[in-house]
């Protein structure tokens, strides 16, 4: 047996102390990196949109000049857009999510159903965009209208919903589900009554966060072929829209200067339409969260 | 003691038989038929996915030889005699993927393992939301970021870099990427026994040997695992390469030039006036299937991965 050299051992205790405060510097430094680019964005954006940010910005509509373009058809799209996103993708979601924690058996087609959500969270946003151009603009003729562009959306945010409220009904602890039967609740009455209101927090907060997905996603509306300049408000679901990223996007894309400025003003919009939402969710999650 | 009279009161059984006869005994059996029908909703995504790409490909592949698609090296579908060979636009892909993955995998993995290994849980718990808001800024953000920004600064330093690029998208892409990769791989190293760190510093290790030999080994598959997903996210993504790589498809592997990637391919097709019908807006279709076939190859992979090869403590 080769023994221990205490010598060495000592000679070298030195170095490798210092590799480890290295080594935990650089990771600290890595860490700071995202910080530090996103400080860098937030300010970057700001100083450029600010002045562009008046009251004017959101009374007018897209302009050929700088100066007068305006938000208004871009962020009253993006509220059409989420009326018809809401309902759908939460419909859907929490009955796909039900039908798996509470009545699902074991067997081929639950695990099949799981895998597919999954690999549907994995697709590519833009391949969406495809589908919807295909099924909802051209099969179901529903053209370029709100209605295309939100069930194209519903699709797109439907596994991040399913997986959140999947979460969430989980959580319920048997005990609560067990004392409903107890009282002779039927099964339905259980998941209506019991389960679904001890959920709902959780539901809230993950449906809110798909939802801000949904607001910020440019690339299936591309695809799908919602108009990126456009002067009017939509009356109806089946009317013809543009929303805010789609709005970013037309003004990056030009070439002066003056729309960058313009773009920055609409991107401090969208984020703060987004940290609206997203503190909800927080304030959602702190407050009707309940510990079992 | 008086026997209650049977019409005040109900023994449990009969409850519970009278109530079974009622209607509510026919939601019961119904709502679970109507909830299996939204899930199956989510299989018929699926099918519309594949069955969408599938048919509208061949069209375009009745019109376009499929072996000029995959192995062609031009590019060219608005050129008088159009050429439609895919290479150029994935080697596109391929460049940004790359790039992004230099800079997102040393950095999310070191910032995993600060927040995992060295931070206190006061510097987790204010870092944590700060990187949930880097992953949830949306993709035209950044987009607008690499082109006013990033391309900016880049050409300062580099004279020679063009207005597009693959590398300002690049690095952009692996900053989006990047809180995905420490989010999860965070998860898979946290999820490493305690115990085993503790038997590695009874033997003498520092953190870092600790670290190095005992716990990355120990939560490799759902590290690499996150690694997949995040590139196969960065496969996908649109918005950052149409605004920042511009419009040229390209076989060099030079990423000071203008670039095309798949999704930013299908992009300028679909703002263009390509109309319905034509071997163009087909084409989209069939750089969406390829596109798809890439991301789920990687995703499938990732799954694999995760379960295959997962150390059970």
Redesign the interface.
Known sequence: MKLINKNHVVKKMPTRLAVNSICKGLFFLATLFGLLVLAILFYRIFTQGIGHLNFDFFQNFASRRPEEAGVKAALIGSIWLMAVVTPVSLLLGVGTAIYLEEYARKNWITSFIKLNISNLAGVPSIVFGLLGLTVFVRALALDRSVLAAGLTMSLLVLPVIIVAAQEAIRSVPRDLREASYGMGATKWQTILKVVLPAAIPGILTGGILALSRAIGETAPLVVVGIPLFIAFLPQSVMDTFTVLPMQIYNWTSRPQEEFQQVAAAGIIVLLALLILMNSIAVIIRNKFQKRY | MLEPKQTDTYS?QQ??LE?KSKK??N??KL??K???L??????L??I??VL??IF?TFIFFEKVSIVEFLTGHKWLPFASTPSFGVMPLVVGTLKVTVIAAIVAV??GL??A???S???SEKTRRI?KP??E??A??????Y???A???VTPVLRDIFPSLDMFNAISPGIVVG?MI??MI?SLSEDALVSVPKSIREGAYAL?A????TTIKVVLPAAMSGIVASIV?AL??A?????IV??AGGSTPSMSMDVTNSIQTM?AY??QV??GDAG?GTTIYYS??AV?MT??VF??I???LA?FISRKFREEY
Do not use: C, D, H
């Open positions: 449990v409850l519970i109530k509510r005994w939601i019961e709502i679970p109507l909830l299996f939204t899930a199956v909703i989510s299989v995504i699926t519309g996915i969408t790409l509208e040393p950095i070191a910032t393992i600060f927040l290994e060295y931070a870092i700060i990187l808001v880097l949830g800024i949306p993709t035209i953000v987009g607008f970021f082109l006013t920004f900053i990047m809180p420490a003498g520092t953190k870092l040997e997903l196969s996210r496969i996908g993504e649109t918005m149409s605004v999704t299908i992009v679909s703002t319905y989209i279709y969406g596109l798809f991301t789920l990687m995703n499938l799954q």
